[in-house]
């Protein structure tokens, strides 16, 4: 039975290019099979067998046997798959566009405590994707933060990751 | 009768004003879980995990399942008033939900597939309340060879009842154990698989595997799709529900088609998304009414919600009386049991009975206090549909990593969050499923556990698996639904080629 969703009544997947499932399917079980095989040779390493009981890498060893044997089947049926476009090039530069502010926001907070650097995040991504006016930005990058501060470290008593700022505020 | 009594002495620990209190903060924060895309069941219980670690073990488990049952509600909002389904078990309602809000039928819609939620989710709560407890009195002659035969059985049925295809659910529950072996080993002390990195020697912990796969994939793919959302408008009040509920009655049968339904494929690990479209698509092939699915009818909004409802409950059974869970949320659910020191799985009823019998109270006044929180405060949650989603996504996405960082206060987790984030997209992108995964990630050590102990006290011998009656018919019952799509497909290709040979 197949049922119809309404919303989805334009396949943008048919009319715009983008990346090809046959490729993506076959990069993805490739590297599931690479780290298969890494599983294994850490498990052989340490011993796979049987000494007095199963050893360390007896039950990883037989899982990764599996997973390789199921990747290969991925990777055979992939090599199958009709040619579709699993992702368009627009989709994939929006992933992007925040893949990346997200991946220096994680590296950010190493350095300048979770607070500061959500407020940054905060403010970058509503000047990037909204139509905020300056103060809306201001207040929300200032105030969210301020209030997960309250919430976390004196509510809850957890701390978090925190950064020179806080270390100058006597935190 | 003494369950009962137990039920009784659950209620007076569920209804102090602490408890009621937090109920009421679940439900809501449950509400606003389901109604954000990004933030779902499993993700929003996950991030809020850490924050419990301290509470005590019942108002925790209290909590955080009514998070769960608010985020049940709440998927139903934005199915009805946006054609988003805010949770996957609610695309089902948005066949027939959103029609009726573009009929000006918002409110009834909702009442409707609140209505069916809340009957769902009692019809899973009345089955724990009697079964749970018989199913953990027997699984209490289980030994670890037996135990390993449920855990197997619970693979295999994943494997055999999945809707997707096979050899990825196969990687998802590979993957999911060889993550789970990650780090010490707690048997024999070696170091497993952490490839010289020191932030891997703690273990790869399932939470921060969850609020990755779950909650930054999600928000990926939710930005695929461009950031804004345009709503139909909802008024709820007394006179719509009471409208609603004196039409509701004819839907008995159902009503009834649907529990069945669910709490058949929430006790198999078939879980709410599939049972929401097995109800759907029953309602459809049964009722007289069936034609005009699609088009705006209630019974199509009752259906799959109250097909969900019960799946969605009735995971819970098998994690309470097992120690195995039958949902992704169901399985953080259960990791959270471990954190707060209470061992999953059959002596929990024995010796836990107050933190059980309290939990199984709180499911039936959670539900209770969901369905009256979620009807009143609809326009509330519909406006929060309305900020605008680059304020939105930032805030979940802090979120997520405050989660992470919490876990474990390592740094390092949230790198982690953020790869698995990655991973989760592609997945979910290619149809792998993300159950299996997590699944095999929380249950991974305690099944290589019971593996191990069960081939050490035969020394080795892998006839432990089926030298008594009863693991026997479990490992056959397993190898059965491991099976079964294959046979099933064998069948019906049979059935169907013997027409086509007789024309």
């Given at each position: 039975?197949?049922?119809?969703?309404?919303?989805s009544?334009?396949?943008p997947y048919?009319?715009?290019?983008g990346l090809?499932?046959?490729?993506?399917?076959?990069v993805v079980a490739?590297?599931?099979?690479?780290l298969?095989?890494?599983?294994?040779?850490?498990s052989?390493?340490?011993?796979a067998?049987?000494?007095n009981?199963p050893?360390?890498?007896?039950?990883p060893?037989?899982m990764?046997?599996i997973?390789?044997?199921a990747?290969v089947?991925?990777f055979?049926?992939?090599?199958?798959?009709?040619?579709?476009v699993?992702?368009t090039?627009a989709?994939?530069k929006?992933?992007?566009?925040?893949?990346?502010?997200l991946t220096?926001?994680?590296?950010a907070?190493?350095?300048?405590?979770?607070y500061v650097?959500?407020?940054?995040?905060l403010a970058?991504?509503?000047i990037?994707f909204g139509s905020f006016?300056?103060?809306?930005i201001?207040a929300?990058?200032?105030?969210i933060?301020?209030?997960t501060f309250?919430?976390?470290e004196?509510?809850f008593?957890v701390?978090?990751p925190?950064?020179?700022l806080?270390a100058?505020l006597g935190? | 009768?003494?369950n009962?009594?137990?039920?009784?002495d659950?209620?007076?620990?569920?209804l102090t004003?602490?408890?009621v209190?937090f109920?009421?903060?679940?439900?809501l924060?449950g509400?606003?879980?389901?109604?954000?895309p990004g933030?779902g069941?499993p993700?929003g219980v996950a991030?809020l995990?850490?924050?419990?670690?301290?509470?005590?073990?019942t108002?925790?488990?209290?909590?955080?399942?009514?998070i769960?049952w608010?985020a049940?509600f709440?998927?139903?909002i934005t199915a009805?008033?946006f054609?988003?389904?805010?949770?996957p078990?609610s695309?089902?309602?948005?066949f027939d939900g959103?029609?009726?809000?573009?009929q000006?039928?918002?409110?009834?819609?909702?009442t409707?597939?609140?209505?069916a939620?809340?009957?769902?989710?009692?019809?899973?709560?009345?089955?724990i309340?009697?079964?749970?407890?018989l199913?953990?009195?027997f699984?209490?002659r289980?030994?670890?060879?037996?135990?390993?035969?449920?855990?197997?059985?619970?693979?295999?049925?994943?494997?055999?009842?999945?809707k997707?295809?096979k050899?990825?659910?196969i990687?998802s529950l590979?993957?999911?154990?060889?993550l789970?072996?990650v780090?010490?080993?707690?048997?024999?002390?070696?170091?497993r698989?952490?490839?010289?990195v020191?932030?891997?020697?703690s273990?790869?912990d399932f939470?921060?595997?969850?609020i990755?796969?779950?909650?930054?994939s999600?928000?990926?793919?939710?930005?695929e799709?461009g950031?804004?959302?345009?709503?139909?408008?909802a008024?709820?009040?007394?006179?719509?529900?009471?409208?609603?509920?004196?039409?509701l009655p004819?839907?008995?049968?159902?009503?009834?088609?649907?529990?069945?339904?669910?709490?058949w494929?929430g006790?198999?690990?078939?879980?709410?998304?599939a049972?929401?479209?097995?109800?759907?698509?029953?309602?459809?092939?049964?009722?007289?009414?069936?034609?005009r699915?699609?088009?705006?009818e209630?019974e199509g909004?009752?259906a799959?919600?109250t097909a969900?409802?019960?799946?969605?409950t009735?995971?819970?059974?098998?994690?309470?009386?097992?120690?195995i869970?039958?949902?992704?949320?169901?399985?953080?659910?259960?990791?959270?049991?471990?954190i707060?020191?209470?061992?999953?799985g059959?002596?929990?009823?024995?010796e836990q009975k107050?933190?059980?019998?309290?939990?199984?109270?709180?499911m039936y006044?959670g539900n209770?206090?969901?369905?009256?929180?979620?009807?009143?405060?609809?326009?509330?949650?519909a406006?929060i549909?309305?900020?605008?989603?680059?304020?939105?996504?930032?805030?979940?996405l802090m979120?997520?990593?405050?989660?992470a960082?919490t876990?474990?206060n390592?740094?390092?987790?949230?790198?982690?969050?953020?790869?698995?984030?990655?991973?989760?997209?592609?997945?979910?992108k290619?149809?792998?499923p993300?159950?299996?995964m997590?699944?095999?990630?929380?249950?991974?050590?305690?099944?290589?556990?019971a593996?191990?102990q069960a081939?050490?006290?035969s020394a080795?011998d892998?006839s432990?698996?089926?030298?008594?009656?009863?693991?026997?018919?479990?490992m056959a019952i397993s190898?059965?639904?491991l099976?079964?799509?294959?046979?099933?497909?064998?069948?019906?290709l049979l059935?169907?080629?013997?027409?086509?040979?007789?024309?």
């Amino acid at each position: 039975m197949r049922l119809e969703w309404p919303m989805s009544s334009l396949d943008p997947y048919e009319t715009e290019p983008g990346l090809s499932r046959r490729a993506v399917e076959c990069v993805v079980a490739a590297l599931l099979g690479i780290l298969a095989v890494a599983v294994l040779w850490d498990s052989y390493e340490r011993g796979a067998g049987w000494s007095n009981g199963p050893q360390s890498g007896f039950f990883p060893a037989r899982m990764a046997w599996i997973l390789l044997a199921a990747a290969v089947v991925v990777f055979v049926q992939g090599l199958r798959a009709e040619s579709r476009v699993v992702v368009t090039w627009a989709q994939l530069k929006q992933v992007f566009s925040v893949l990346l502010p997200l991946t220096v926001y994680v590296f950010a907070i190493g350095y300048l405590g979770i607070y500061v650097a959500s407020a940054f995040f905060l403010a970058g991504f509503m000047i990037a994707f909204g139509s905020f006016r300056w103060w809306a930005i201001l207040a929300a990058s200032v105030l969210i933060p301020l209030v997960t501060f309250w919430v976390f470290e004196m509510q809850f008593e957890v701390p978090l990751p925190k950064g020179p700022l806080e270390a100058m505020l006597g935190f | 009768m003494e369950n009962f009594g137990y039920l009784l002495d659950g209620f007076q620990v569920a209804l102090t004003l602490h408890n009621v209190l937090f109920m009421l903060l679940g439900v809501l924060l449950g509400i606003v879980v389901g109604v954000l895309p990004g933030l779902g069941g499993p993700n929003g219980v996950a991030i809020l995990l850490p924050l419990t670690f301290s509470m005590d073990p019942t108002s925790a488990i209290i909590l955080l399942t009514s998070i769960y049952w608010g985020a049940l509600f709440g998927g139903a909002i934005t199915a009805v008033l946006f054609n988003i389904p805010g949770e996957p078990w609610s695309v089902a309602t948005t066949f027939d939900g959103y029609p009726m809000a573009q009929q000006g039928r918002a409110g009834e819609a909702l009442t409707a597939a609140f209505t069916a939620s809340f009957v769902g989710a009692i019809a899973g709560v009345v089955l724990i309340t009697f079964l749970a407890p018989l199913v953990a009195k027997f699984a209490l002659r289980f030994g670890p060879a037996e135990f390993f035969a449920v855990f197997f059985l619970t693979f295999c049925s994943f494997i055999g009842m999945g809707k997707e295809n096979k050899a990825k659910i196969i990687v998802s529950l590979a993957l999911g154990f060889i993550l789970a072996g990650v780090g010490i080993d707690t048997i024999s002390g070696d170091m497993r698989m952490t490839f010289g990195v020191t932030e891997l020697m703690s273990g790869i912990d399932f939470l921060v595997v969850v609020i990755g796969m779950f909650g930054i994939s999600e928000i990926l793919m939710t930005l695929e799709e461009g950031m804004s959302f345009k709503g139909k408008k909802a008024k709820i009040d007394l006179m719509v529900v009471l409208r609603t509920w004196a039409e509701l009655p004819r839907y008995f049968v159902t009503f009834v088609r649907s529990c069945i339904a669910g709490i058949w494929l929430g006790i198999s690990p078939g879980g709410a998304v599939a049972a929401s479209f097995m109800g759907y698509g029953l309602a459809k092939r049964f009722s007289s009414r069936g034609e005009r699915f699609g088009t705006g009818e209630m019974e199509g909004v009752v259906a799959p919600e109250t097909a969900a409802h019960a799946a969605g409950t009735t995971a819970l059974l098998p994690m309470l009386a097992l120690g195995i869970p039958g949902s992704a949320t169901a399985a953080v659910l259960l990791g959270g049991l471990m954190i707060w020191g209470l061992q999953p799985g059959p002596l929990l009823f024995v010796e836990q009975k107050e933190f059980v019998w309290g939990l199984i109270a709180s499911m039936y006044l959670g539900n209770i206090v969901g369905l009256v929180v979620v009807l009143s405060t609809v326009p509330l949650f519909a406006a929060i549909m309305r900020i605008p989603f680059a304020l939105i996504a930032p805030v979940i996405l802090m979120m997520c990593a405050i989660g992470a960082y919490t876990v474990a206060n390592a740094s390092f987790d949230i790198w982690l969050m953020l790869v698995f984030g990655v991973v989760g997209y592609v997945f979910k992108k290619l149809d792998y499923p993300l159950a299996p995964m997590v699944l095999a990630l929380v249950l991974g050590d305690r099944a290589e556990d019971a593996f191990r102990q069960a081939l050490i006290g035969s020394a080795g011998d892998l006839s432990v698996f089926w030298d008594n009656g009863l693991v026997t018919s479990l490992m056959a019952i397993s190898l059965a639904l491991l099976l079964w799509g294959p046979i099933a497909d064998g069948l019906s290709l049979l059935r169907t080629r013997r027409p086509a040979a007789a024309e």
